[in-house]
């Protein structure tokens, strides 16, 4: 008589099959912790960058309100920063005026891309823009109707255009401004 053995077959997963399952985890995993980690720098370099332009809006906001609450503009074509005759012109690179907080006030673009403002007619300056913000030879201070009447009878006008660039990480990014600011003082 022959006997006959059944062997019964185990169910469940080899070492082998567990390994593997875990190695493929493993892989899905930190790729996918790549992709957060970078998401998460991108969101970084965005808001560092966002904070930039938002100092560079408050910088032209901060220009506009002092403009039109000043008077007697002296647009600076001509590299003199203390002047206080008023003068008009289409591509200055600052302007001088006097400010309705008393004193005469200054803006203008340096040669190496900045936004400077005096406070005591030219004497000292405090540089307004970060170094991120590098500004464009390009950008000017345009001043219409300056002069007193009866030579002039247009309200005072000025336009401010700022052309640049922000290099934020070596991450270079162009940027382009411009507002127009009326005198609030009647002037014709």
């Not at 965005?46 to 906001?61: G, P, W």
């Not at 170094?131 to 464009?136: A, G, S, T």
């Amino acid at each position: 008589m022959k006997i006959y053995f059944i062997q019964k077959r185990k169910s469940g997963y080899t070492i082998i099959e567990t390994m593997i399952a875990i190695s493929l985890f493993l892989i899905i995993v930190t790729i996918g912790m790549g992709s957060l980690l970078n998401a998460g720098l991108l969101h970084k370099k965005s808001q560092n960058m966002r904070s930039v332009l938002d100092n560079l809006s408050f910088i032209m906001e901060d220009m506009s309100r002092n403009l039109r609450t000043g008077y007697n503009y002296h647009c600076i074509d001509d590299g003199d920063s203390t002047a206080t005759i008023p003068h008009s012109c289409i591509n200055g690179g600052g302007i001088s005026f006097q400010s309705s907080l008393g004193g005469q006030w200054v803006y203008y673009i340096s040669n190496d891309g900045k936004i400077f403002k005096s406070v005591d007619g030219g004497i000292t300056f405090v540089q307004l823009t970060p170094d991120e913000i590098v500004i464009d030879p390009v950008s000017y201070f345009k001043v219409e109707g300056a002069e007193p009447p009866p030579g002039d009878n247009r309200q005072p006008f000025v336009t401010i255009e700022l052309v640049g660039s922000i290099i934020y990480r070596g991450v270079v990014s162009p940027f382009s401004l411009q507002t127009s600011v009326s005198q609030r003082k009647t002037d014709i």
